[in-house]
């Protein structure tokens, strides 16, 4: 089973700021098979990016994911109010499916 | 609009049984393969099980072979998991998704998302 770690647990940011999440897996996982979500409380997560740098439909542009091998990242370029919330990584190269311990990101 | 709708949720003793259900509409359901994935008090997500477009191949969680049943009906646009011998740990809000795009069968990203439906296994 690939493990993902997420790095930070938590993220202090301010609202116009830049937020870098970090996933690390426990063996290379091929880009094409690496994707984000968000998750607000007490909602559904919601698919960001997949293929390590394909946003979902009708995610903004200032989201973007990248990385390969080992390591990805998922970048906003500049936070939204509506962007603080909890953020998972996902890998679907190897079964079974899974996720990161999530980062969450909150208003400094 | 895609839409996922899980029923069946509640509160069940250990060892007993409880199936949930996932009413999907706005989309072709018969052309997804579908999963179902859960959600512990406080916790991070845990891909549960998976099926086929079809229904002919089954996949599980090793946390939860022999004890769960995933299937699906195409013509009532339905996706089922039948959840025996539950457990405190079984306690979770479980979430029924579109799964596309694994490198092997079984896998895949989640696409769309039901709003989830609690299982609590407490005596």
């Known amino acids: 089973e690939i493990v993902l770690t997420q790095s930070p647990d938590t993220l202090s940011l301010s609202p116009g700021e830049r937020g870098t999440l970090s996933c690390r897996a426990s063996?290379?996982?091929?880009?094409?098979?690496l994707a984000w979500y968000q998750q607000k409380p007490g909602q559904a997560p919601r698919l960001l990016t997949y293929?390590?740098?394909r946003r979902a439909t009708g995610i903004p542009d200032r989201f973007s994911g990248s990385g390969s091998g080992t390591d990805f990242t998922l970048t906003i370029s500049r936070l939204e109010t509506e962007d603080f919330a909890v953020y998972y990584c996902?890998?679907?190269?190897?079964?079974?499916?899974?996720f990161g311990q999530g980062t969450k990101v909150e208003i400094k | 609009e895609v839409q996922l709708l899980e029923s069946g949720g509640g509160l069940v003793q250990p060892g007993g049984s409880l199936r949930l259900s996932c009413a999907a509409s706005?989309?072709?359901?018969?052309?997804?393969?579908m999963s179902w994935v859960r959600q512990g008090p406080g916790k991070g997500l845990e891909w549960v099980s998976a099926i086929s477009i079809g229904g002919g191949r089954t996949y599980y969680a090793d946390s939860v072979k022999g004890r769960f049943t995933i299937s699906r009906d195409d013509s009532k646009n339905t996706l089922y998991l039948q959840m025996i011998s539950l457990r405190a740990d079984d306690t979770a809000v479980y979430y029924c998704a579109t799964t596309l795009g694994g490198a092997v069968a079984g896998t895949g990203y989640f696409d769309f998302w039901g709003q989830g439906s609690l299982v609590t296994v407490s005596s």
């Open positions: 996902q890998q679907y190269a190897n079964s079974p499916p899974t």
């Open positions: 063996q290379g996982v091929s880009s094409t098979y």
């Open positions: 706005g989309f072709t359901f018969s052309s997804y393969a």
């Open positions: 293929a390590a740098s």
